[in-house]
């Protein structure tokens, strides 16, 4: 994301430091709980698969609902635990910087800007994170589970497709490439 904001050529001159830290801040934190969610919701649908194939007794009525897909299951879990993470660090931002000066808030920003491996992760995640929501986005109908609101459900998309891009760059800059830029 720092690509797209101007860069100094020294850190004293970084302009719009502030925004630039905090949107890779909140994109880390989305991140974060993205992947956090992606977890939960893999074991939740592991347990719940489990669950909905035991046997019923017979003459025994099911009162519960029926459990989600386990796709739909992850894709919620995943927007939901993006959503916390996004929620933790901006609360958490003002206390962390709290009484820093400008100069430290361009530095942080400025180095950001300064290190390609970062601003490469970044570019991956974006795409992937565009790709994802959009795809979920224009496929809620098939997802299933009338209780997840859309706005879940995209962000779910969002967070699958921002987990999934970092482990595809990952791939592709440490596996084939062998680290090399």
Do not use: C
Not at 96 to 125: A, C, F, P, T
Request: no cysteine; charged share 15%; proline share 4%.
């Amino acid at each position: 994301m720092s690509r797209y904001f101007p860069h100094s050529e020294y850190a004293e001159d970084q302009r719009l430091a502030t925004t630039i830290l905090q949107t890779h801040v909140m994109h880390r934190g989305f991140q974060t709980g993205a992947t956090m969610g992606i977890l939960t919701g893999a074991a939740r649908a592991g347990i719940l698969g489990y669950k909905a194939g035991e046997l019923v007794p017979q003459g025994a009525t099911v009162t519960t609902k029926a459990p989600l897909r386990p796709t739909a299951t992850i894709v919620r879990s995943t927007g939901i635990g993006g959503l916390i993470g996004l929620a933790a660090v901006t609360a958490m931002m003002p206390f962390y910087m709290h009484g820093r000066e400008e100069i430290e808030w361009q530095d942080k920003s400025w180095r950001l800007q300064q290190n390609l491996g970062q601003l490469e992760v970044d570019d991956w995640s974006i795409l992937g994170t565009s790709v994802g929501a959009a795809t979920i986005f224009l496929n809620v109908a098939p997802m299933g589970g009338a209780g997840s609101p859309t706005f879940i459900k995209t962000a779910g998309g969002a967070g699958v497709g921002s987990v999934a891009s970092v482990f595809g760059y990952m791939l592709w800059r440490y596996g084939i490439r062998g680290g090399k830029r």
